[in-house]
């Protein structure tokens, strides 16, 4: 598994996979291509034998990173793709020296709030109604070791 920068051509399988998943908040290809015009932002792909496994977008606003979307292929669930795609989120953020990662995430998605409690992530708060104006969003944050003692 490679996880590197996205590529604008890579933009399309994000889309497919975006597709993949219903009442996931899709960006489609549009949406991708605006990212690369915001300086904070990072998109990173998951590619597995050549393909494009998944995708994460994040946005370096020291002294946090914030956790924009991540999402899997379905032929790709359980690969590690995502695992690897939030530990490259967190190297960046190291290397931004943001200390913390924040995400929010739907509170039907159990998948995703049980990927991210695995990888360190704490529930925070909640906002309710806050997708569709039914389902609440969970908020979810990572607190990174310091690099220097204080």
């Known amino acids: 598994m490679i996880i590197r920068r996205a ?8 889309a497919a996979i975006e597709a993949e998943h219903p009442g996931y908040p899709a960006w489609g290809v549009k949406g991708f291509e605006e ?15 050549g ?16 956790l924009n979307t991540l999402a899997v292929g379905r032929a790709y669930l359980r690969t590690g793709a995502a695992t690897a795609l939030i530990g490259k989120l967190a190297e960046y953020a190291a290397k931004s020296l943001c200390r913390e990662i924040d995400l929010e995430v739907n509170e039907r998605n159990a998948a995703a ?7 360190g992530f704490e529930v925070v708060g909640k906002r309710p109604k806050f997708y569709n104006n039914t389902d609440a969003a969970i908020l979810m944050r990572r607190t990174l070791p310091d690099k220097e003692p204080r």
């Open 7 to 14: 590529r604008k051509e890579d933009y399309p399988a994000f």
């Open 35 to 49: 990212e690369e015009k915001n300086r904070h932002a990072v998109t990173l792909a998951a590619e597995i034998e």
């Open 51 to 66: 393909r494009t496994a998944g995708f994460v977008n994040f946005w370096v606003l020291r002294p946090q990173v914030q």
């Open 113 to 119: 709030i049980a990927l991210y409690l695995a990888r």
